[in-house]
Nanobody, 120 residues
């Protein structure tokens, strides 16, 4: 079993910054990719940013230039540095990971979510 534990959400004023963290633990042989998704009230969950074990990163157009995803492979942890936050960034942010355990094919895992609220 694999667990993803997120931290770092909270309330911030528009223009401010927050840093989210997500640590993976459990039966992990290889982390293929980790990323962040978000879901605002009444909307579908969507991609924010992803990072592969090979170093490739992808961002949603709405956060490009403001958010940065990074990883500490030794700690199996990813971070999302969010700058110049806007009220429309308000959402529950979920950590996602594609992880291969000691047996079987890679599986997709989700964290419990952390609330980010940006006030105007």
């Amino acid at each position: 079993q694999v667990q993803l534990v997120e931290s770092g959400g909270g309330l911030v004023q528009a223009g401010g910054s927050l840093r989210l963290s997500c640590a993976a633990s459990g039966n992990i042989f290889r982390v293929n990719a980790m990323g962040w998704y978000r879901q605002a009230p009444g909307k579908q969950r969507g991609l924010v940013a992803t990072a592969t074990s090979g170093g490739r990163t992808d961002y949603a157009d709405s956060v490009t230039g403001r958010f940065t995803i990074s990883s500490d492979n030794a700690k199996k942890t990813i971070y999302l540095q969010m700058n110049s936050l806007k009220p429309e960034d308000t959402a529950v942010y979920y950590c996602n990971a594609e992880i291969r355990g000691s047996w079987g094919p890679p599986r997709n895992y989700w964290g419990q979510g952390t609330q980010v609220t940006v006030s105007s």
